[in-house]
């Protein structure tokens, strides 16, 4: 299979995506992620193949194989397009193992994106995988059920954050709070300026005026 630009493009997206998916999971995930284009030296990206002793060239497996031709003959309508499996390696290790059909163009298949969790990993690493660094500042996230809601706690963290800066002049609080949430990215949300504008009591005319004075 030759791979067009834009199934590159795809693939090459996927690459990106496995390394913060790899810092998540930690060292106890091998991932893997299979390109299409030669079945022999598959591999094109692998994070923690230390595991497995694969790296970069390495060729598909056979279970990849076997489920390719499963959705060859079935049709990827026809059959899932994702596996996950429990499985026992060579050297005998027991795995969590999940493969995943990258599709590109047309729905057709051009890789393989292929997670193997080690289970028999010594706890105290997985462990140091989920915990947080000390050195780490813990972020505070707010899970909204709408934009509407998120709009409104971005506001609501800004204006905690200005409101008890006693070093920002009053006539200044606006200004510093329009800053910060321009920082945060609010306003690349459609309506978002009448939204800011609402929850501060102010007209959008200054919220743009703000904004304008801030991209300058």
């Known amino acids: 299979m030759k791979l067009s630009k834009t199934n590159k493009l795809i693939m090459d997206s996927y690459a990106n995506m496995i390394e913060g998916l790899s810092t998540y999971l930690g060292s106890a995930c091998e991932i893997s992620l299979h390109s299409l284009e030669d079945y022999n030296h598959s591999v094109v990206k692998i994070m923690n193949g230390y595991h497995s002793g694969r790296s970069v060239g390495a060729p598909l497996t056979d279970l990849a194989l076997n489920m390719l031709k499963r959705i060859s003959d079935q049709g990827l309508s026809a059959t899932e397009s994702y596996t996950s499996y429990n499985a026992i390696n060579q050297a005998g290790e027991h795995l969590k193992s999940s493969t995943i059909s990258v599709i590109g163009e047309n729905n057709c298949v051009i890789g393989m994106l292929c997670i193997n969790f080690y289970m028999d990993s010594p706890l ?7 915990l947080e ?15 509407s809601d998120a709009i409104t ?5 800004a204006r905690n954050q200005v409101m008890l800066n006693s070093n920002i002049p009053a006539i200044n609080k606006n200004k510093e709070l329009i800053r910060i949430l321009y920082g945060k990215g609010v306003f690349r949300i459609k309506d978002s300026v009448s939204r ?9 005319n200054t919220v743009y005026l703000h904004l304008r004075h801030i991209s300058e």
């Not at 105290?124 to 989920?130: F, T």
């Open 196 to 204: 800011v504008a609402d929850a501060l009591g102010i007209s959008k």
């Open 124 to 130: 105290s690493e997985i462990l140091q995988s989920l």
């Open 153 to 157: 706690e971005a506001v609501n963290d």
């Open 133 to 147: 660094s000390k050195s780490e500042q813990p972020k505070n996230e707010y899970f909204a059920n709408s934009m």
